[in-house]
């Protein structure tokens, strides 16, 4: 699947629009279309309330659902305003990851 | 400007510069060194003087090193395995050949233990790159920031190395706050049964000690921990006790509890909702109340 395509996927399954951060094109044309449906069924994961999200100490009116791949080479963060909407997908590699988990103080 | 043949700790240069100033390079010499060594801009004369007089100086003493030492530096050797050790020198060597002039350690517990799943190779680079596997080794690329790392205090506890390895100055800023996000974060791999948990888990423990300002475990003290904690059935309770542990031991007291009081405070809003993890976030912030119990 195109980044592209990946990204209107998530748009349909949030039910809206949201921002794209980190290396994201890259990253899902680096991996199987069967690694990007397990990234799409995360999303609807956290969409479900079934993903435990953290609070961002930084940016005290979001929180936050942390996505890893079993191989521990993609993390993904996405978050959520409190008691809203979701804003915004992470995805790259993990030196980036870390940089954004301190942005947001998670 | 050309590939140098060898690599300098500028760090451990500047701790010896009254051994070497003037015995060996000249003050205009070591600046020459310090500005080559930091990357910044020499003019066409500097980069002439250094090349003429500093460059041939250091290729000289590296070569001198490298035939008394044939190379090859062990750290931790009293819990190496003797095989292991004769094995590991035949590899270094082998990967030294791969990355030419480039710092090689071997480590992990290839060297201590008799069943291992990989062999870790560690190469000093200038840039990170992408780590790999090549037959049963696993090699990860470090930039030369590492030195000054935690993470590299650990490994070289226990290693065989191609170059002398001289402790460094922690200077990875490890705080409070990537101590508790750190937490945070393994309590999350406990919880999902994530795969990669052993590598969040070393890192806890390394910056627990770090924290607490005990002696950093290497990587055969880290390996029996990280087993021991992992085989446990209270694998939670055992992590919330080192995380209370290091706080209260290294943390000032006002600074800490202030800190768990605002973490208790965003979880318990969570709670609110997101009503279904409750369980989870009672569980976590039982950390962060042991330790407000203690320290009020």
């Known amino acids: ?106 | 400007m050309r590939r140098l043949q060898y690599t300098l700790n500028l760090v451990h240069l500047r701790g010896i510069k009254k051994d070497i100033v003037p015995a060996i390079f000249t003050l205009h010499q070591f600046e020459l060194i310090e500005k080559r060594f930091s990357n910044k801009k020499m003019t066409p004369s500097e980069k002439n003087e250094f090349s003429r007089a500093v460059s041939k100086k250091m290729v000289a003493i590296n070569k001198i090193l490298e035939k008394e030492t044939d190379n090859l530096f062990c750290y931790g050797k009293e819990k190496i395995l003797k095989d292991r050790l004769e094995l590991a020198s035949r590899y270094l060597k082998r990967f030294s050949r791969m990355f030419k002039n480039k710092h090689v350690l071997i480590t992990g517990s290839f060297l201590f233990s008799e069943k291992y799943h990989d062999i870790d190779i560690f190469v000093v680079a200038k840039y990170e790159k992408e780590d790999y596997r090549y037959g049963k080794f696993h090699i990860n690329y470090m930039g030369e920031e590492a030195y000054t790392s935690s993470f590299f205090a650990s490994i070289s506890g226990i290693c065989v190395s191609n170059r002398q390895i001289i402790p460094c100055l922690i200077k990875k800023a490890i705080t409070l706050d990537t101590f508790i996000s750190l937490y945070q974060e393994l309590f999350n791999d406990l919880h999902s049964n994530f795969a990669g948990v052993k590598k969040t888990l070393r890192e806890f423990l390394v910056q627990s000690a770090f924290i607490s300002k005990m002696p950093l475990p290497d990587s055969y003290m880290l390996w029996h921990q990280v087993r021991i904690i992992l085989r446990s059935k209270s694998k939670a309770k055992i992590i919330k006790k080192i995380f209370v542990y290091a706080v209260i031991l290294g943390i000032d007291d006002k600074k800490a509890l202030s800190a768990m009081k605002d973490m208790v405070r965003l979880y318990k809003g969570m709670m609110e909702d997101y009503s279904q993890h409750k369980a989870y976030y009672l569980n976590l912030i039982k950390g962060f109340q042991e330790v407000i119990e203690v320290e009020s």
Not at chain 1, 32 to 42: D, N, P, S
Not at chain 1, 67 to 86: H, M, P, V
Request: net charge positive; proline share 2%.
């Open chain 1, 1 to 106: 699947m195109k980044a592209e395509d990946f990204k209107k996927e998530v748009t349909a399954i949030l039910g809206r629009e949201i921002e794209f951060d980190g290396h994201v094109n890259k990253t899902l044309e680096n991996i199987t279309e069967e690694r990007q449906k397990r990234i799409l069924e995360w999303v609807g994961n956290c969409l479900k309330g079934m993903i435990i999200p953290e609070p961002c100490k930084n940016y005290r009116h979001l929180i936050a659902f942390i996505y890893k791949s079993s191989d521990n080479k993609i993390r993904g963060i996405l978050t959520k305003e409190k008691n809203a909407y979701f804003i915004e997908l992470f995805l790259d590699k993990h030196k980036y990851y870390d940089q954004k988990r301190r942005y947001l103080g998670l």
